[in-house]
């Protein structure tokens, strides 16, 4: 019985959370969700119900999770050895805790089936040198949400996946809808940097730059201006988009858009729940695909992903749920819960997930063309971002700064804060 408890409490201070069923107990894991829409936190509950249910000997306590505070919730834990075993995130927030040792490599943890029914592509977002530490599981295009009946009344093309607009010719159509107070496209850009990073892989921007010794700097080259100019310039120039929206999320342009003020607003894909259930009624709304550049629709996308500790004690436990949880079906649930797409091929297939209504279909079709983001694989992009990017960016678009002061505060301040995490 003494050895029993000394095991027990080795463990404990060794930060895992798992409870070990050296009692012939139940194995109990922690899995912290960030699911936060009245119908994914539904599923994902109803989903540890179903496996707690035919799994009596591995028990599986939801925790909620907030995405507001989940990277520095999960360092401070981490750190502190109280880390959930089971941990959604997304993939751009894996870097540094996948490097720092804090996540399990699952790369020899994950059945061949799960492996190979999501693409390589997806993969590559959680993958860090020779390890996998993320399934990602739910990802969303940016997507045009545009007033159906302001785009018919203009008589202007509308596009669709296999012919979507060019950056130059959105920028004209822009322009065209706007006037009388009103704006041609609502930019909701509190948050700027991973909406141009992804958006610019369209025109073959690719910002980060991997040398031959394996280190990352930043170089703001010719492709990476496309995207950045095109919002400039709406902003300042052509006066389509609204300088006022510049600083706001995505929902805080809804009341905007419902009020006829603009005619489009790029969002991500799940925001389709918010317009459905806010929109008046009687208004017509449509899902357009993001312009195209060089390089086509291509999107940089960070996925939602599902890791486990490194510290918990029942890796093989832990997943098998996460397998249990991304079966194709339990993933159609998933997703049409967060209104996201799902990365499994089989599970993207499903009709639900090709309907005309809400603009699934309009989704679907972009997936073949999602990558992993810039950022994805870069140690100190948080930092660079907050203290870097996201100010250069916002002053930027707001025609404070030019785009060589753009450049240089990119690549000079932005390689001096890289450098620190690649000595």
Not at 153 to 179: C, M, N, Q, Y
């Amino acid at each position: 019985m003494r050895a029993r408890w000394i095991a027990v409490l080795v463990l404990l201070l060794a930060g895992c959370t798992g409870t070990p069923a050296s009692d012939g107990g139940p194995v109990t894991l922690r899995f912290q969700s960030l699911a936060w829409q009245e119908e994914s936190v539904k599923a994902n509950k109803e989903l540890v119900k179903e496996w707690n249910a035919a799994h009596p000997g591995v028990k599986v306590e939801y925790v909620q999770g907030s995405w507001d505070s989940v990277h520095d919730q999960l360092l401070t834990s981490f750190e502190g050895g109280e880390a959930p075993d089971i941990i959604h995130d997304a993939s751009d927030d894996l870097a540094d805790f996948a490097y720092g040792g804090y996540l399990a490599d699952l790369s020899d943890l994950l059945p061949q089936r799960l492996k190979s029914d999501i693409p390589q592509r997806s993969w590559d977002t959680a993958t860090f040198g020779d390890g996998v530490y993320g399934v990602p599981f739910l990802q969303e295009p940016r997507v045009l949400i545009a007033n159906a009946e302001w785009l018919k009344k203009s008589g202007v093309r509308v596009p669709t996946p296999e012919h979507p607009w060019s950056w130059a010719e959105f920028r004209h159509i822009t322009d065209g809808l706007s006037g009388d107070g009103k704006y041609g496209v609502a930019w909701p850009l509190k948050e700027p940097v991973s909406a141009t990073l992804n958006l610019s892989l369209s025109a073959g921007g690719q910002l980060f730059h991997r040398g031959a010794d394996g280190k990352v700097t930043v170089r703001f080259e010719k492709a990476d201006e496309t995207v950045p100019r095109t919002i400039h310039d709406q902003a300042n120039t052509d006066h389509s988009a609204s300088p006022t929206t510049l600083g706001s999320g995505g929902s805080d342009t809804l009341p905007g858009f419902f009020g006829g003020r603009y005619a489009m607003v790029p969002l991500g894909f799940s925001y389709r729940q918010q317009i459905a259930q806010q929109a008046p009624k009687g208004f017509r709304w449509q899902v357009l695909p993001a312009p195209a550049g060089a390089d086509g629709l291509t999107q940089g996308v960070s996925p939602q992903t599902l890791s486990v500790a490194e510290d918990c004690p029942h890796k093989k436990e832990a997943a098998e749920f996460i397998d249990f949880l991304l079966q194709p079906k339990n993933m159609v649930r998933l997703a049409l819960g967060d209104w996201m797409l799902p990365t499994g091929t089989e599970a993207l297939a499903d009709p639900a997930l090709h309907t005309a209504k809400d603009g699934w279909a309009t989704g679907t079709a972009l997936a073949a063309h999602l990558r992993s983001a810039p950022a994805q694989s870069v140690r100190g992009y948080p930092e660079w971002k907050d203290k870097v990017a996201t100010p250069a960016f916002q002053e930027y678009y707001s025609g404070a700064i030019g785009l060589g002061e753009l450049r240089e505060r990119l690549e000079d301040d932005g390689n001096l804060v890289l450098a620190r995490y690649q000595r």
